[in-house]
């Protein structure tokens, strides 16, 4: 296969993403990669950083050259209006939150034209995005419906441990009435392709119940006799291989010793908890974390779309201390999921 193109968005201004992505394009054998956001951005980043990436940019994509290139060259697409210079990093600002978002359907629109085959997206901050009138919860959001896409769902990975989520950005108490047999039996579907695809489907899936023990058979509420047990009854109908629910306590352990192929979570932070607790490290001499890894990746989308797993960093941004592991294990799997003959087989 020819060496794919990935669009890697810049993320938030303010943010780490410029400098993440300069720190990967130090390094592409296995593929071409365009940055798909604001040159002076990533011009002030790469100041930052030593000057130590040559910048292309382009003003149309189809000026491109994607040829086997030096290491250290960069090819950088202007998405929208250009960001009045200065970056401050660390700041909310609405030019920023729309700078983050022309870069998103910018590089969205190259994928549905396939004139890149991966999306890659560095971090943005919602509040920033809101301050530009941007209300969509976050990037899963954005995607589907740039794409027009209605069933979709997040799918976290970090080593042996690959968690899907029910719901994402809402409240607790809203995700609770989302658990329905017909998100569930939606969801699971969507796991199964993906992992079928991306290692097999030997192992089953794991769902999480969405009570303390699952429930303990209606004693902590019935949210698994009435709409959990159910869709994992009709999922074994339909050939899934499915077990569960599971005590959410115990379950992500399991998944770790390598058990399951994938967990069900039923709502953000159950699911998200136990991945940044596995991929996220902090040095206890410094206090700072020392390896920042795990990788988002969107179901149910008509292109490929992967993610680093961790927010903006505001607190580091403009200092060079950002790690890039999440960023390269992202376009890793990007470039695993492209390998594939048709995106269809991923969603």
Same mark, same amino acid.
């Given at each position: 296969?020819?060496?794919?193109?990935?669009?890697?968005?810049?993320?938030?201004?303010?943010?780490?993403?410029?400098?993440?992505?300069?720190?990967?394009?130090?390094?592409?054998?296995?593929?071409?990669?365009?940055?798909?956001?604001?040159?002076?951005?990533?011009?002030?980043?790469?100041?930052?950083?030593?000057?130590?990436?040559?910048?292309?940019?382009?003003?149309?994509?189809?000026?491109?050259?994607?040829?086997?290139?030096?290491?250290? /060259?960069?090819?950088?697409?202007?998405?929208?209006?250009?960001?009045?210079?200065?970056?401050?990093?660390?700041?909310?600002?609405?030019?920023?939150?729309?700078?983050?978002?022309?870069?998103?359907?910018?590089?969205?629109?190259?994928?549905? /034209?396939?004139?890149?085959?991966?999306?890659?997206?560095?971090?943005?901050?919602?509040?920033?995005?809101?301050?530009?009138?941007?209300?969509?919860?976050?990037?899963?959001?954005?995607?589907?419906?740039?794409?027009?896409?209605?069933?979709?769902?997040?799918?976290?990975?970090?080593?042996?441990?690959?968690?899907?989520?029910? @719901?994402?950005?809402?409240?607790?108490?809203?995700?609770?009435?989302?658990?329905?047999?017909?998100?569930?039996?939606?969801?699971?579907?969507?796991?199964?392709?993906?992992?079928?695809?991306?290692?097999?489907? @030997?192992?089953?899936?794991?769902?999480?119940?969405?009570?303390?023990?699952?429930?303990?058979?209606?004693?902590?509420?019935?949210?698994?006799?009435?709409?959990?047990?159910?869709?994992?009854?009709?999922?074994?109908?339909?050939?899934?291989?499915?077990?569960?629910?599971?005590?959410?306590?115990?379950?992500?352990?399991?998944?770790?010793?390598?058990?399951?192929?994938?967990?069900?979570?039923?709502?953000?932070?159950?699911?998200?908890?136990?991945?940044?607790?596995?991929?996220?490290?902090?040095?206890?001499?410094?206090?700072?974390?020392?390896?920042?890894?795990?990788?988002?990746?969107?179901?149910?989308?008509?292109?490929?779309?992967? @993610?680093?797993?961790?927010?903006?960093?505001?607190?580091?941004?403009?200092?060079?201390?950002?790690?890039?592991?999440?960023?390269?294990?992202?376009?890793?799997?990007?470039?695993?999921?492209?390998?594939?003959?048709?995106?269809?087989?991923? @969603?």
């Amino acid at each position: 296969m020819k060496k794919p193109i990935i669009a890697l968005t810049m993320g938030d201004p303010a943010g780490i993403g410029a400098e993440l992505t300069l720190k990967v394009a130090m390094d592409c054998p296995q593929y071409h990669l365009v940055a798909v956001g604001d040159m002076g951005v990533l011009t002030q980043a790469n100041r930052l950083l030593g000057n130590k990436v040559e910048l292309l940019e382009i003003q149309d994509f189809d000026d491109a050259i994607f040829t086997d290139k030096k290491d250290n /060259q960069l090819i950088v697409y202007q998405a929208g209006i250009p960001v009045n210079m200065p970056v401050t990093y660390g700041k909310l600002a609405k030019e920023y939150g729309m700078a983050a978002y022309n870069a998103i359907i910018t590089a969205i629109d190259l994928a549905m /034209q396939n004139k890149v085959q991966a999306v890659v997206t560095n971090p943005i901050n919602k509040e920033s995005l809101h301050l530009a009138g941007i209300l969509q919860a976050g990037h899963t959001e954005i995607f589907a419906q740039r794409t027009q896409t209605e069933r979709y769902s997040m799918l976290l990975v970090h080593g042996p441990l690959k968690v899907a989520h029910i @719901s994402t950005h809402v409240s607790l108490r809203k995700a609770c009435d989302l658990v329905s047999k017909e998100r569930v039996l939606e969801v699971l579907n969507l796991v199964y392709a993906s992992i079928k695809h991306l290692e097999g489907a @030997s192992k089953p899936i794991a769902v999480a119940g969405l009570n303390p023990h699952a429930g303990e058979h209606g004693l902590f509420g019935d949210e698994e006799i009435q709409e959990i047990i159910p869709a994992i009854n009709e999922a074994r109908l339909q050939g899934l291989n499915v077990e569960g629910p599971f005590p959410p306590d115990t379950i992500f352990s399991r998944a770790m010793g390598g058990e399951f192929s994938a967990v069900i979570a039923m709502y953000h932070d159950q699911g998200h908890i136990p991945l940044k607790l596995a991929g996220f490290q902090i040095d206890p001499d410094t206090g700072r974390f020392k390896e920042i890894a795990g990788v988002n990746i969107t179901l149910g989308l008509p292109i490929i779309r992967t @993610s680093v797993d961790h927010g903006t960093a505001f607190d580091i941004a403009g200092t060079g201390k950002a790690q890039h592991q999440s960023l390269q294990q992202a376009i890793a799997y990007a470039i695993e999921l492209c390998s594939y003959h048709s995106v269809s087989q991923i @969603s």
